[in-house]
């Protein structure tokens, strides 16, 4: 998984992150899990990584949590903020 597109700015407020990208106008503001999710894109980690890391955070089982994970890097990718 590649970091975030360069430019997409992100704001932390309370927890959440706020995303703007500058070159589409798109802005989107993240709950706390998606937020969790974004701090771990960093172009290091794989999509699996990603749910492993959340699974032991949240001390639960890495099935229960993949389909969530990976919906939420899909719709981040589809407005723009990941790289497709």
């Given at each position: 998984m590649g970091p975030p597109?360069?430019?997409?700015?992100?704001?932390?407020?309370d927890g959440d992150i706020s995303l703007y990208h500058p070159d589409t106008g798109?802005?989107?503001?993240?709950?706390?899990?998606?937020?969790?999710i974004w701090r771990l894109l960093d172009g290091e980690q794989s999509?699996?990584?990603?749910?492993?890391?959340?699974?032991?955070?949240?001390?639960?089982?890495?099935?229960?949590?993949?389909?969530?994970v990976r919906r939420?890097?899909?719709?981040l990718t589809e407005h723009g903020f990941l790289p497709g």
């Open positions: 597109v360069p430019g997409v700015r992100a704001m932390e407020l798109q802005a989107l503001v993240l709950n706390d899990t998606a937020s969790d999509v699996d990584g990603v749910i492993e890391v959340l699974a032991g955070a949240y001390r639960t089982d890495p099935a229960e949590i993949g389909e969530d939420v890097i899909a719709n």
